[in-house]
């Protein structure tokens, strides 16, 4: 059963249109993560959250933004989406204790056309 | 985090016991050496992990070699389903998980 929840799970936007990726969770965890992955290509991580309120950017820079005002809800914005957002994204979430603590969702596959 | 290195891909026979290596020379006395996978474009799964002696679980066996520097996961019995990209990170902190490029392992009949 899945923990962690992320819709929609197929997007295809127009360049210029904002977007909302959503991610909750069910565990109670604080920590919270964003990953993107092109397709057969390494997972980089974007944002990353240590609980409500705490943001902070990952390792590959990203035009998106993220927000933390609940535990459990960790949603991906975009305001004006291009051809170079396409990609899959793909959120974490972890129990913090130790980097097997880590319980993923099942991935928004965006497409901007 | 001590840097890893991994063969790009493998093949295994449905049934044999697949034996991923991964280098981590570097590894300090803290860090950890935890396995993941990702079966196609699936978000990652937690496998296996360990610090210094062999861990084994439902999953896969985690064999260390006792200066720490390399490491092998066993799968005893693999099926097409353990089809799969397979990470080795070496940290010893539980925040911010860097992946890398993993070994592809191709499970065939």
């Known amino acids: 059963e899945a923990d962690i929840y992320q819709t929609p799970r197929y997007l295809v936007i127009g360049t210029g249109k904002k977007i909302t990726l959503e991610c909750s969770q069910t565990?109670?965890?604080?920590?919270m993560y964003w990953y993107q992955q092109d397709p057969g290509m390494e997972l980089h991580l974007i944002h990353y959250?240590?609980?409500?309120?705490?943001?902070e950017k990952g390792d590959l820079s990203s035009e998106s933004t993220v927000s933390r005002i609940r535990t459990e809800h960790f949603p991906l914005t975009l305001e004006s989406a291009r051809p170079s957002h396409t990609s899959q994204y793909l959120c974490?979430?972890?129990?913090?204790?130790?980097?097997?603590?880590?319980?993923f969702g099942s991935g928004t596959r965006l497409t901007v056309v | 985090d001590a840097k890893t290195t991994q063969p790009t891909s493998m093949d295994c026979a449905e049934g044999r016991a697949a034996n991923l290596p991964c280098n981590h020379s570097t590894i300090s006395g803290n860090e950890y050496v935890y396995w993941y996978r990702q079966i196609h474009s699936q978000g990652p799964q937690y496998i296996i992990h360990?610090?210094?002696n062999n861990e084994t679980n439902e999953m896969a066996s985690l064999i260390i070699t006792e200066d720490r520097k390399s490491s092998t996961l066993i799968l005893p019995h693999a099926t097409l389903r353990d089809t799969a990209v397979y990470y080795c990170i070496v940290t010893g902190t539980a925040s911010k998980l860097t992946f890398g490029t993993g070994t592809r392992l191709q499970v065939t009949l």
């Open positions: 959250s240590y609980g409500v309120n705490s943001t």
């Open positions: 974490a979430s972890s129990t913090g204790t130790g980097a097997y603590g880590y319980t």
């Open positions: 360990g610090l210094k």
């Open positions: 565990m109670g965890h604080d920590k």
